[in-house]
C-alpha cells in the first residue's frame, strides 16, 4: 500500500466515526424528548385516575355546555 491509501483510509475512518458520533447524538436527543413526552402522558393518565376523573364525562361536559 502506498502512503496516500493509508492516509486516505485513515482520513475515511475519522469521518465515518464523526458522522456516526452525531448520528448517535441525535438519536439519543430524540429519544430523550421522546422519554420525557410518554412520562408526561403517564404522569396526566395517573392524575387523572389518581383523582378519579372521568375522561369521557368530561368531554361530554365541555361539549354539552357549548
Known amino acids: 500500500m502506498s502512503v496516500l491509501t493509508i492516509i ?3 482520513l475515511l475512518v475519522i469521518l465515518l466515526f464523526r458522522v456516526s458520533v452525531s448520528i448517535i447524538r441525535a438519536l439519543i ?3 430523550l424528548v421522546l422519554l420525557c413526552l410518554y412520562l408526561a402522558y403517564q ?3 395517573y392524575a ?6 372521568d375522561i369521557n364525562q368530561l368531554i361530554y361536559d365541555v361539549k354539552s355546555s357549548i
Open 29 to 31: 436527543y430524540i429519544g
Open 8 to 10: 486516505l483510509i485513515a
Open 48 to 53: 387523572l385516575d389518581y383523582f378519579n376523573v
Open 43 to 45: 404522569g396526566a393518565l
